[in-house]
């Protein structure tokens, strides 16, 4: 993964986001992250290599060599226990 740099994304009110490059295999999937707490310790763990395993057959997973914070987050995205 690499960063790409900063943007207004206007379709979001004109706030700060950052594009990014998902490159899985030989295909490249360009993605924004907002700008959050999260967003920000993620970026600083680029660039990164993962291996994806399955899980339950419906997700690709990985761990990141690296917790990141959930501060700033809204309750409709952080993890539940069950």
């Known amino acids: 993964m690499a960063?790409?740099?900063s943007v207004l994304h206007p379709a979001l009110g004109g706030e700060?986001?950052?594009k990014v490059e998902l490159r899985v295999n030989e295909q490249t999937i360009p993605a924004v992250l907002e700008d959050t707490?999260?967003?920000r310790a993620f970026l600083q763990l680029l660039p990164l290599e993962l291996t994806l395993e399955d899980y339950s057959g419906?997700?690709?997973i990985a761990?990141?060599?690296k917790r990141?914070?959930?501060e700033g987050?809204?309750?409709s995205h952080r993890?539940?226990?069950g």
Do not use: I, N
Request: cysteine-free.
């Open 3 to 5: 960063a790409a740099g």
């Open 73 to 75: 987050g809204t309750e």
């Open 16 to 18: 700060t986001h950052v």
């Open 37 to 39: 707490p999260t967003a």
């Open 63 to 65: 761990d990141l060599p």
């Open 68 to 70: 990141l914070t959930a």
């Open 79 to 81: 993890a539940k226990s």
């Open 58 to 60: 419906t997700e690709k």
